[in-house]
């Protein structure tokens, strides 16, 4: 089984039987890895196309398996108590949703005040099909001034395939053009989902 070694700047998280389970969590799904994750200190993973819970499921795997200390955005309200703590050694980080307004600038202050960070995140937003993508990614991404890696969840392949790195000009629509076009080919859990038309 393949699993790529992480750079020495990329963020780490886990020990001996966090990535043996990792391994095992991948083979009782029968999932790959192909490419490997940029070696960065600060990284968004722009992760698709999401038309399923399985998703999570997968890549569950993938991340105990590397090691990989990665990060994803929750509603603060469920990030209390014993079931927060769980969803925080798996990543979890709160926001507080009440201020949707102000979601991206919480969230480029999470890169800004931290000296690792690396976010997973489903640029359509939601498992059912959208006309477009929700370009919050974007806008992080660019007022924390990281880059953005590509990561392709393809179910023809079985595979969670790392892809390029993206660095983000001024130009969003251009910006989100081009990415789209990355994941056409990819084949999606449900394909009567995922919507990479231009």
């Excluded at 006309?131 to 890696?149: C, D, E, L, Y």
């Amino acid at each position: 089984m393949y699993i790529p070694d992480l750079g020495n700047q990329t963020p780490r998280r886990g020990n001996r039987f966090s990535k043996w389970l990792g391994r095992m969590l991948m083979r009782l799904c029968r999932w790959h890895i192909e490419g490997e994750i940029c070696n960065s200190p600060k990284l968004v993973c722009l992760m698709g196309p999401h038309t399923s819970w399985w998703d999570f499921t997968n890549n569950l795997g993938i991340l105990l398996a590397l090691g990989l200390d990665a990060s994803w955005f929750i509603a603060n309200k469920y990030t209390k108590g014993v079931a927060g703590k769980v969803l925080a050694y798996l990543g979890a980080v709160p926001v507080e949703r009440s201020q949707r307004a102000d979601m991206v600038t919480q969230m480029a202050s999470q890169f800004i005040s931290r000296d690792q960070l690396v976010l997973a995140i489903f640029p359509e937003g939601t498992r059912k099909p959208v006309p477009a993508w929700k370009t919050g990614f974007w806008h992080i991404a660019k007022k924390a001034n990281v880059t953005v890696q590509l990561i392709a969840l393809d179910y023809k392949k079985r595979a969670t395939i790392f892809g390029p790195v993206i660095t983000l000009t001024d130009d969003m629509d251009a910006d989100i053009r081009h990415m789209r076009t990355y994941f056409k080919n990819v084949t999606a859990k449900r394909p009567e989902k995922a919507n990479y038309s231009d």
